[in-house]
């Protein structure tokens, strides 16, 4: 890196900690396409990478203050703000997996399950419940586990922005798990 370079990083190190919001957008001129392939490269979904990019700025701005550019540069920060956010999302996307397996646990028959009448009440809860968490957060849920959407098919079909629709499913799944497994503990 040239002298000169080193001098331009360093001021616009300065200007972004000082709070100039044209800073910000130099720096996401100039490295936002690394922090999205940096997404993209790691979680496979182009939507992901996108929520990602905007994330790290976003965070870039609001802890501009732990920006040391005598410990490192600029994108050399913003790379370690990517990589916290796409472990973010691969944490995300297990609870995803683990809630989605707890509902299915819970409402799929198995060789073990209670005779058919036994199951009727989590049935019943499941249904009732699926019509108090309203709309969209119902619908969606339903998209997702009945009529087997990905969360990309939902957000185009709804007209939703992707993360509401990954939002709506994780909040709806965790409502559901916590009220069948009420059902199943209450003796009979």
Same mark, same amino acid.
């Given at each position: 890196?040239?002298? %000169?370079?080193?001098? #331009? ?7 972004? $900690? !000082?709070? @100039?919001?044209?800073?910000? =957008? ?53 790379? %370690?703000?990517?990589? #916290? ?7 995300? $996307? !297990?609870? @995803?997996?683990?809630?989605? =397996? ?87």
């Amino acid at each position: 890196m040239s002298t %000169g370079e080193q001098v #331009h990083l360093d001021d616009l190190a300065a200007r972004l $900690r !000082a709070g @100039s919001s044209e800073a910000l =957008a130099e720096a996401y001129r100039e490295w936002s396409s690394l922090v999205h392939t940096l997404a993209m490269r790691s979680l496979g979904n182009h939507h992901d990478a996108e929520d990602v990019t905007q994330q790290v700025f976003v965070a870039a701005w609001r802890s501009r203050h732990t920006l040391r550019p005598e410990r490192g540069s600029v994108p050399g920060w913003l790379v %370690g703000i990517t990589r #916290h956010k796409v472990a973010d999302v691969h944490a995300k $996307r !297990a609870r @995803s997996a683990r809630d989605a =397996a707890a509902v299915a646990v819970n409402t799929l028959p198995d060789e073990h399950a209670p005779p058919p009448d036994d199951q009727l009440a989590a049935r019943l809860v499941l249904h009732d419940e699926l019509a108090r968490l309203g709309d969209p957060r119902a619908t969606v849920v339903r998209m997702a586990f009945l009529e087997d959407l990905t969360h990309e098919e939902i957000a185009r079909r709804l007209e939703l922005p992707l993360g509401t629709v990954k939002s709506h499913v994780r909040r709806g799944l965790l409502h559901l798990r916590t009220r069948l497994e009420e059902v199943n503990h209450v003796p009979s």
